[in-house]
């Protein structure tokens, strides 16, 4: 069975500063991993995806994540936060090989400190 | 190109009402969900889709009915609504199971 873990229900940083918001899986089978970034009284919004192939995967307004097997980990980063990114941030997981729905973490609200 | 679109995007019912949420896509995908998003509780999966005419229940199931007649539209419906299913009801697509979701952009549903 698959699964997926946030740590942090919220994350504040500094305008300029690194972001960091931690996702980590479970799954008996490679998965394939996703990040969803929901902004205020919006629907999710996919930010970007690993299947296959790279296991850094850019995505959208700059954010990236790496896929690291060993850790069962896909973190979330952006070298430089800027107040538009205040938002909230799902991780989910799908398993390969048929699986029928995505397993998404509890969320991460990002706070942006000017 | 519409993507995924939820219709109403507000509604208010009195308890006891029943009320039918449409989602239609144009991306010709083979899957559809239904979620709803309450504060401090992530997104909880009520029914989906895995095709045209087929239907399968989620975590958070009871109180509602799904139907999927045609392939681009997934219904889902209130009975009788009760004040704990206000929420934020989200539907989305997926092309297939090595692809993300499209979401539509939710419906908020008091129910007083």
């Known amino acids: 069975a698959q699964s997926v873990t946030q740590l942090g229900s919220h994350v504040s940083v500094s305008e300029g500063a690194l972001v960091l918001l931690r996702c980590n899986y479970s799954s008996s089978v490679p998965p394939y991993l996703f990040w969803y970034v929901q902004y205020p009284n919006q629907g999710l919004q996919l930010l970007l995806k690993y299947t296959t192939g790279a296991t850094l995967v850019k995505g959208i307004n700059g954010f990236e994540a790496e896929f690291k097997k060993s850790e069962t980990s896909f973190h979330l980063t952006k070298p430089s936060a800027h107040m538009s990114d205040a938002a909230e941030y799902f991780c989910?997981?799908?398993?390969?090989?048929?699986?029928?729905?995505?397993?998404f973490g509890t969320g991460t609200r990002l706070t942006i400190i000017p | 190109n519409a993507g995924v679109t939820q219709t109403p995007k507000f509604r208010v019912l009195k308890t006891g009402q029943s009320m039918t949420l449409l989602c239609a896509q144009d991306m010709n995908h083979e899957y559809m969900y239904w979620y709803r998003q309450d504060p401090g509780m992530g997104l909880r999966l009520i029914h989906y889709s895995v095709g045209e005419g087929t239907t399968a229940k989620g975590e958070v199931p009871d109180g509602y009915n799904v139907s999927r007649l045609k392939k681009q539209n997934f219904l889902l419906g209130l009975e009788s609504a009760a004040p704990s299913q206000t929420s934020v009801y989200f539907c989305a697509s997926r092309k297939g199971t090595a692809y993300g979701y499209t979401f539509g952009s939710g419906t908020r549903l008091t129910v007083v």
């Open positions: 989910a997981v799908s398993e390969d090989f048929g699986n029928e729905k995505l397993t």
